[in-house]
């Protein structure tokens, strides 16, 4: 077995071994056992980060170079009007804090999410025109992930903080945050 260890940038196209196609799901993962095209057992050994973009270069610990390619899998595509329409989309499919591909092709903008009959209506209430096909899934970052920046987990949490709240007027309240942790502070206030 091969083992993936190392996220590279740059190398020339001669030098790439081989493809590793991978359907979403499993490029937001660090450990995995898996085969190549040219059916090769490899192994990734990745630091928790980033998610495996379409044509990101790993290298191996014996200096193989394997191409990761984003498999075609079940997606919807959501298209509407571009600008404000398009905007409004974005906006409530985000706010349901859900992975999306946004992009353009030669049909015009579009919206790409996994299927979910609720995202679905969503979209359509919104005036979009939604299909169900199989294509590739790329999902945006985050903007906090950009270029590299942070790491992403290609999916939401539910993490909770427990906040306890003394005030002087004799009452404690405990708030509750999104975030898969529990912290239990105890903070003075005067109000």
């Known amino acids: 077995m091969l083992e ?6 740059h190398v020339d196209a001669s030098e790439i071994h081989d493809n590793l196609v991978l359907p979403y799901e499993l490029r937001i993962r660090g450990r995995l056992r ?8 490899v192994g990734l050994f990745l630091d928790r980060g980033p998610v495996l ?11 193989e170079i394997i191409r990761i390619r984003a498999a075609e899998e079940r997606v919807v595509t959501a298209r509407v009007e571009t600008g404000l ?20 092709d030669e049909q015009g903008a579009f919206v790409r999410f996994p299927p979910d009959h609720v995202l679905e209506g969503l979209a359509e209430r919104l005036g979009a025109t939604v299909v169900h096909h199989t294509a590739t899934f790329d999902p945006e970052p985050g903007a906090y992930n950009q270029a590299g920046q942070g790491h992403s987990h290609g999916h939401s949490h539910g993490h909770s903080h427990a906040d306890s709240h003394e005030h002087l007027h004799g009452k404690s309240h405990d708030h509750t945050h999104a975030a898969g942790h529990t912290h239990a502070h105890g903070h003075k206030h005067t109000h």
């Open 85 to 104: 329409p398009l905007a409004r989309l974005c906006y409530h499919l985000g706010n349901r804090h859900v992975t999306l591909a946004i992009g353009e």
């Open 34 to 41: 898996a085969t190549t095209e040219t059916n090769l057992d």
């Open 53 to 63: 973009r379409d044509g990101d270069l790993l290298e191996a610990k014996s200096g």
């Open 4 to 9: 993936l260890i190392k996220r590279i940038t």
